[in-house]
């Protein structure tokens, strides 16, 4: 199964999933790249090996609304009801903490609740046009839409067929996450996944995939065979993205217990109308 990181965790804390044999996958131990060793929802990559990762942030028709380079200036009055916002809570939400200037590594159950509550506002002004998954892509080719909070990977495919659709970071930074292979436990086959993982994590595989999707790839030695494949893909912040860019990005802050019941059905009252 691929899962996104704190579903990864609450899965595994829940008994769901697996530790992985380790012997078996000696390419993720060897080319997994830096930045995803030591996370701190799987530590010791006992359970989770990274899928692909990616940013979230801006995904905008510059032609329609060239002067969007924050989130807050999706609340601005004169794109009401051409806006898009994910209805996944862990992006949608701490962005716009970030916009309302929330250190993340601090934020507090009454943060989230002000987000959410301030994005509600919104949704009842008519401000966001829809809470959509990546069918936000729709709205941006028909105009319906002229930004909407999307991912990274999107942004580069719809870029192909309309120079106009880009991903801006936001000035407040954007937000990074992996969507992560995970074996359930009872998984009929478990050799075979990691004989899959261990494929995948091979750079010369990991490539095929990375040429597809345009995510960020979590295998070291990608970007060198892009280079004699695909040169513009190998340039790309949004694939191989540096310290830089990704300077003010942060990972979903973690919700646990009565604190995560709470923000969750919040936003699940404002997403369903």
Known sequence: MVVTDWMAKKMYDLGYVQNLDKSAIPNVEKNLVPSLRGRPFDPNNDFAVP???????????????????????LFDPKYKGKVDMLTEMRDTVPLVMKCEGVDLSK???????????????????????????????????????????????????????????????????CMLWSDNMVIPVGAPN???AEAWMNYV??????????????????VSGVKEILQKI??????????????????????????????????????NAVVSG
Not at 51 to 73: E, F, H, N, Y
């Open 51 to 73: 899928w692909q990762s990616g940013m979230t942030g801006l995904v905008v028709r510059t032609d329609l609304a060239p002067d969007i380079k924050s989130i807050c200036d």
């Open 107 to 173: 934020a507090t159950e009454q943060d989230w609740l002000d987000a959410i509550d301030k994005i509600g506002q919104a949704a009842d002004d008519g401000q966001i046009r829809r809470f959509t998954g990546n069918d936000y892509a729709r709205d941006l080719t028909s105009g319906d839409a002229v930004a909407v909070i999307g991912w990274s990977g999107d942004a580069i495919q719809l870029q192909a067929d309309n120079p106009d659709i880009k991903f801006v970071m936001p000035k407040e930074g």
């Open 190 to 192: 478990p050799t075979a």
């Open 201 to 218: 994590y091979d750079p010369k595989n990991q490539a095929q995939i990375t040429d597809w999707n345009y995510y960020v790839s979590p």
């Open 230 to 267: 695909d040169p513009p893909a190998a340039k790309s912040e949004l694939i191989f993205p540096s310290e830089q860019f990704t300077a003010k990005c942060d990972a979903a802050p973690p919700l646990t217990g009565e604190e995560e019941t709470n923000v969750t059905q919040a936003f």
